[in-house]
């Protein structure tokens, strides 16, 4: 069964730094692109990054360029995103996706529960 | 405010069928194909339609979508009480260079 599995979220303060893990399971890691997407309390989905196959292609959103950095770990079968500069505007939950293909411009066909980020002092 | 523009709310009677607009430009739903993902209440997404009018397998054919020109529509027939949930349309834009959703339209069961 194909998993994906958030950790690392949490209450830091606004200017801190945060980092997600998601781990996954029941497909090879290797041959997809994955995403990152957040929902801000009542609100709807926002996309935040995505990366290749291969982690050679990284792509965000102007929200988070320059504060944000994904990468994966083909060995341990792990996407994570490193948050720093976080801000209030950053607070909400961050799922993780598998895209159904290796190339980044594919559906995210697989969700995680999600993680939840709370910035504040 | 939202790339991909929907209407935030929506609503039908069990039966009845209703439709879910989402509106773009020439740089993401001209250009790109469109999917639709349903989140029930308190739980994540899931990919409901892609490539503008693929069901994945385990979606009911009640559902179905379409896409025109730099806009697309999801259709929800014999409506059901447990297809209340939000819908979000997405496509890549190649002018931000990245994912872009819709706003998001809360689909209300009367």
């Known amino acids: 069964e194909v998993q994906l599995l958030e950790s690392g979220g949490g209450l830091v303060q606004p200017g801190g730094s945060l980092r997600l893990a998601c781990a996954a399971s029941g497909f090879t890691f290797s041959s997809f692109a994955m995403s990152w997407v957040r929902q801000a309390p009542g609100k709807g989905l926002e996309w935040v990054s995505v990366?290749?196959?291969?982690?050679?292609?990284?792509y965000y959103a102007d929200s988070v360029k320059g504060r944000f950095t994904i990468s994966r770990d083909t060995s341990k079968n792990t996407l994570s995103l490193q948050m720093n500069s976080l801000r209030a505007e950053d607070t909400a939950v961050y799922y993780c996706a598998k895209l159904s293909s290796s190339s980044v411009y594919h559906p995210m066909d697989v969700w995680g529960q999600g993680t939840t980020v709370s910035v504040s002092s | 405010q939202s790339v991909l523009t929907q209407p935030p709310s929506a609503s039908g009677t069990p039966g009845q069928r209703v439709t879910i607009s989402c509106s773009g430009s020439?740089?993401?739903?001209?250009?790109?194909?469109v999917d639709w993902y349903q989140q029930l209440p308190g739980t994540a997404p899931k990919l409901l339609i892609y490539s503008n009018n693929q069901r994945p397998s385990g979606v009911p054919d009640r559902f179905s979508g379409s896409k025109s020109g730099t806009s697309a529509s999801l259709a929800i027939s014999g409506l059901q009480s447990e297809d209340e949930a939000d819908y979000y349309c997405a496509a890549w834009d190649d002018s931000l260079n990245g994912w872009v959703f819709g706003g998001g339209t809360k689909l209300t069961v009367l």
């Open positions: 020439s740089s993401n739903i001209g250009s790109y194909t």
């Open positions: 990366i290749s196959y291969s982690g050679a292609g990284t």
